[in-house]
């Protein structure tokens, strides 16, 4: 069964430094997403994608944050001045716009800011 | 403002117990309802969903949901637990209309233990 795939699994950054999460969605879904799950919290939407566009998000997804499809396949977040608040597990998602579909998650990524 | 509760921080049952986890929506349509399981340090699983139609979902894992709209309710339930099943359980929702690509809204989890 196709799975959407996450790099690296854990990362450890410096405060100040620029992070790139990575995903590999689903290959013929449409629609990807972050989230991000702060240590014992609940998990939070931050931004979806569709159509090379951010179609929608959250007011966490500060000018801090982006997004991007660099090659068809990858879809990335980056982080461009960490902060020790942004020590989380982060989720990519995709969905393939499909009557009754769901969003396909992937194992997430692990990012301790030091 | 849509928003999805999740009254029970942590819940204790025997194994062989049965099991019934609370999760109450707000929203003025009918929204989409999930739930999805995580284990310790493990990605999110769907168990079960909800969009319309039978108002019992039949999920994996033997999990089953009804949904209530009277009480704007979706409580999962499992007749009989089994240590594997000791997770974080959370309950969701995704608003975005007859399309499920809109952003989905987690509740803030139910922990559940098992007792042997």
């Known amino acids: 069964e196709p799975e959407v795939t996450q790099t690296p699994s854990h990362q450890v950054t410096q405060m100040g430094q620029e992070v790139i999460l990575r995903c590999v969605p689903i290959s013929n879904h449409l629609y990807f997403y972050w989230y991000r799950q702060i240590l014992g919290q609940k998990v939070e939407f931050l931004v979806s994608?569709?159509?090379?566009?951010?179609?929608?998000k959250s007011e966490i997804f500060d000018d801090q944050f982006s997004v991007e499809r660099p090659d068809g396949s990858n879809f990335t977040l980056k982080i461009r001045s960490t902060k020790l608040e942004d020590s989380a597990m982060y989720f990519c998602a995709s969905y393939p716009e499909e009557v009754r579909g769901t969003q396909y998650f992937g194992p997430g990524t692990r990012l301790l800011v030091l | 403002a849509q928003s999805v509760t999740q009254p029970d921080i942590h819940i204790t049952v025997s194994e062989g117990a049965s099991l019934e986890l609370r999760c109450n929506y707000s929203?003025?349509?009918?929204?989409?309802l999930f739930w999805y399981v995580q284990s310790p340090g493990q990605g999110l699983q769907l168990l079960l969903k909800y969009f319309s139609g039978d108002t019992l979902v039949q999920g994996i894992k033997g999990f089953e949901a009804e949904f209530k709209r009277s009480q704007s309710s979706f409580n999962l339930r499992k007749p009989s637990v089994h240590w594997s099943d000791a997770a974080e359980y959370f309950c969701a929702v995704v608003l975005g209309g007859y399309s499920s690509a809109s952003k989905i809204i987690f509740g803030s989890g139910t922990r559940l233990s098992i007792r042997p």
């Open positions: 929203y003025g349509a009918t929204p989409y």
């Open positions: 994608f569709y159509n090379n566009e951010i179609s929608e």
